[in-house]
């Protein structure tokens, strides 16, 4: 099992990124896949969750009408789209399989003028 983040960076506030997990050893509709995040000396927070079939989404307060989660089954990769970014959106993003406890290295995200 491996994921792998990427998509992150320097944004605008106001801005979006779209992060990208790419899975490889198993099937993400299979598994419910989240994203979590950790800002600089705070706890790592989740963000965002995707069902298997059929693909059900919850979000936390605090990214809820901003973020959206989804998957690619061809692609076998699940995106978090980012938009109206705040600086205190900034952090390094996370993607988890919550089966078995799998997490990827993470890609950061900074929200700056």
């Known amino acids: 099992v491996q994921l792998v983040e990427s998509g992150g960076g320097l944004v605008q506030p106001g801005g979006s990124l779209r992060l990208s997990c790419a899975a490889s050893?198993?099937?993400?509709?299979?598994?419910?896949m989240s994203w979590y995040r950790q800002a600089p000396g705070k706890e790592r927070e989740f963000i965002a969750t995707i069902s298997s079939i059929p693909g059900i989404t919850n979000f936390a307060d605090s990214v809820k009408g901003r973020f959206t989660i989804s998957r690619d089954n061809a692609e076998n990769t699940v995106f978090l789209q980012m938009n109206s970014l705040k600086p205190e959106d900034t952090a390094v993003y996370y993607c988890f399989r919550r089966s078995g406890g799998y997490w990827g290295r993470g890609t950061q995200v900074t929200v700056s003028k």
């Open positions: 050893g198993f099937t993400v509709s299979s598994y419910t």
